[in-house]
């Protein structure tokens, strides 16, 4: 049974860090692009960041320059260090898998059909 297990949030102060992981299983990682999203209430699901099976990467305006994706397909386990918290950063954050192998860094949520149950980060001011 395929499953994305997310951890890592919490609550941290504006201007601190979290990690999060993605632990993917039931599926052969490698080939499938990995995305994170998030979701603050009251608003839509957004994108956050996105890598390919090879490592190329694509982020939202709101995660470039501090926010880093990364993967470790031998562990099959998807990150994203995230720098430099705001109060805006506040959400539930999704990981989610390409519909597709082989795909590219894509930013929109129709592009994943497997995605995680979520991780709540919350930033204080």
């Known amino acids: 049974q395929m499953q994305l297990v997310e951890s890592g949030g919490g609550l941290v102060q504006a201007g601190g860090s979290l990690r999060l992981s993605c632990a993917a299983s039931?599926?052969?990682?490698?080939?499938?692009?990995m995305g994170w999203f998030r979701q603050a209430p009251g608003k839509e699901r957004e994108f956050v960041a996105a890598?390919?099976?090879?490592?190329?990467?694509n982020y939202a305006d709101v995660a470039e320059g501090r926010f880093t994706i990364s993967r470790d397909n031998a562990k099959k386990t998807l990150y994203l260090q995230m720098n430099s918290l705001e109060p805006q950063d506040t959400a539930v954050y999704y990981c989610?898998?390409?519909?597709?192998?082989?795909?590219?860094?894509?930013?929109?949520?129709?592009?994943?059909?497997?995605w995680g149950q979520g991780t709540q980060v919350t930033v204080s001011s």
């Open positions: 989610a898998r390409s519909f597709a192998t082989y795909s590219s860094a894509s930013g929109l949520t129709a592009r994943y059909d497997q």
């Open positions: 039931g599926y052969f990682f490698t080939p499938y692009g």
């Open positions: 890598i390919t099976w090879n490592g190329y990467t």
